[in-house]
């Protein structure tokens, strides 16, 4: 992932513009410290904070073999069962042993009750004794157990787990994100193809098409954009397990009519706050926006900028340096 080096009056503020810039939230980065604001005479602040960040590489969780699990699951059954089973045939021989002993002394009333309790109980020790004495036979069917069978499942599970580490082909996240974008046109009925374009670990899908009906897919002030994006992420991205690549969609062109929008609508407010000397509050945007108007005003002269509050509320603050 690429670095982002910002500067700002404190570490904090240095912080929120890298954040806003790399359009992520402070869980996801990773930041390192170049420079720290230093501490003049009388208490001031001397120098400026200085950092660099970037998208915190995710890792990869290795892939469990189900197979083996099903396969010691029901192997524990199996033993369940026959310990069980032993366990209930000692009992049953246990109560027609007892049955007998009642119908030899039918005449005694009080006595067989008493006789039949203690050989209930016997017939009980006596099922703990036949489940230890089959204990043993299954310790040492599992003892017995070859060694080879081990060693062949960790080496399933080691090479399904390099598997799942490995990267993953950029074009097949490109193939998914377009059969996607392409199966979502279809879903609601609008003319349009998706394709895709490559640059890196960049990919861009263009949505393109004639008349006004994809203007459902972009939504007031892109925010249907935003969530048509993370559904193409989860579905090539996510579902393929990649993490190294940078998935894009626009709709009709829309981002670079947004971004010529925003430029010009950020020099107008840096024009405005250099020549009344008054900072000036924006409207709450998403972190792509925020980032356009960090990246213009950062390149004009008189002005500094930082942003305040929480999503989906947070917004610029343009002051003048």
Same mark, same amino acid.
Do not use: C
């Given at each position: ?141 599992? @003892? ?13 599970? @080691? ?24 199966? =979502? ?31 459902? =897919? ?104």
């Amino acid at each position: 992932m690429e670095w982002v080096e910002t500067t700002g009056k404190s570490l904090d503020e240095a912080k929120e513009i890298a954040l806003d810039r790399l359009g992520i939230g402070p869980d996801d980065a990773e930041f390192e410290i170049l420079e720290e604001p230093r501490t003049g005479l009388f208490g001031r602040v001397r120098g400026a904070a200085r950092v660099r960040a970037r998208v915190k590489p995710a890792t990869v969780r290795p892939k469990q073999d189900r197979r083996n699990r099903r396969r010691a699951e029901g192997k524990g059954r199996g033993r369940e069962g026959s310990s069980s089973a032993d366990t209930n045939g000692d009992r049953e021989s246990t109560a027609e042993s007892g049955a007998s002993g009642r119908s030899g002394s039918a005449d005694a009333p009080s006595g067989p009750r008493r006789r039949s309790s203690r050989r209930r109980g016997g017939g009980q020790g006596s099922g703990d004794g036949a489940a230890t004495r089959t204990a043993p036979d299954h310790a040492s069917s599992t @003892d017995n157990t070859p060694a080879g069978g081990t060693e062949t499942e960790d080496t399933m599970s @080691d090479a399904s787990s390099t598997h799942e580490s490995a990267p993953v082909d950029v074009a097949s996240v490109q193939t998914a994100a377009e059969e996607f974008t392409n199966g =979502l046109l279809r879903s609601f009925g609008l003319t349009g193809t998706a394709t895709s374009t490559v640059d890196g670990n960049e990919i861009e899908v263009r949505v393109d098409g004639q008349g006004d009906g994809l203007g459902l =897919l972009i939504g007031p002030g892109g925010r249907t954009l935003l969530a048509v994006q993370d559904l193409a992420r989860v579905a090539a991205q996510r579902r393929l397990g990649d993490h190294d690549t940078r998935l894009r969609v626009d709709v009709a062109g829309y981002r670079e009519k947004r971004r010529a929008a925003l430029e010009k609508f950020a020099s107008h407010v840096a024009d405005l706050v250099k020549e009344s000397g008054v900072a000036r509050s924006l409207d709450p945007m998403p972190s792509a926006d925020r980032k356009i108007v960090h990246d213009t005003l950062s390149g004009i002269e008189g002005v500094t900028t930082r942003s305040e509050g929480e999503d989906p509320y947070r917004r610029i603050i343009v002051s003048p340096a």
